[in-house]
């Protein structure tokens, strides 16, 4: 089944900085999946990632917040920009597996705004 | 909003079978029923996906109702490993995104 390695694994950043969150892929996929999870919460999809075309956002989510880049089929990013302590959650990718509808996520980021 | 509906949290003994219940009253024909799970400091992992039939691999066994209203997870022999989120979520084409639900909590002491 396919991998995705994403990084950094964690970070701790000022606020009103940016971090940018990278997902690799080890095979190609159409689209990629960004979500957003809030201490002890469940996860929140933030944007579909087309390779080629603006990603799509959920409804609370913009791109001015949250800019993605899918540059080519196995890879993405996600910034998150202007970063307040409300931005302290793990983030998390995602894409579906090739031959079976089953999805493959990365470990995830955690991230803490001070 | 959450499409799936499943108990906050369960509690299960090792080497106890356990069976995880989640309601999806607005799944449509075409939506596949999806499992995964996610153990602390991790990502979710799959566990099992299925249409209509009943479906068994190496993790765990899924029982879908005849209406496919409701599914059920079973985990055939819990382990301490077990212990994570469970999460039922469906969707109606590949390479669309899944939608999460709260999920369940499942504790397995030893």
């Known amino acids: 089944s396919a991998v995705i390695s994403q990084k950094p694994s964690r970070d701790i950043c000022q606020r009103g900085t940016s971090l940018t969150i990278q997902c690799q892929v080890d095979s190609q996929v159409t689209m990629m999946f960004w979500y957003r999870q809030q201490p002890g919460q469940s996860l929140t999809l933030i944007a579909t990632a087309n390779q080629g075309s603006e990603a799509t956002y959920e409804s609370g989510f913009v791109i001015d917040k949250f800019p993605i880049s899918r540059p080519n089929l196995t890879f993405s990013t996600l910034t998150v920009s202007n970063m307040s302590p409300e931005d302290s959650s793990i983030y998390l990718c995602?894409?579906?597996?090739?031959?079976?509808?089953?999805?493959?996520f990365g470990s995830g980021t955690r991230l803490t705004v001070v | 909003d959450a499409k799936t509906t499943q108990p906050n949290s369960m509690e299960s003994n090792e080497e106890e079978p356990v069976h995880l219940p989640c309601n999806h009253s607005t799944i449509s024909g075409t939506d596949y029923i999806h499992w995964y799970r996610q153990l602390p400091s991790q990502g979710p992992e799959y566990v099992i996906h299925?249409?209509?039939s009943n479906v068994n691999n190496r993790m765990a066994s899924l029982a879908i109702a005849e209406d496919r209203k409701s599914s059920t997870l079973i985990l055939h022999r819990a382990t301490l490993r077990d212990a994570a989120v469970y999460y039922c979520t469906f969707h109606n084409q590949a390479g669309t995104a899944l939608i999460f639900g709260k999920g369940t909590t499942l504790s397995v002491s030893s």
């Open positions: 995602s894409a579906p597996v090739q031959g079976n509808y089953g999805y493959t």
């Open positions: 299925g249409l209509t």
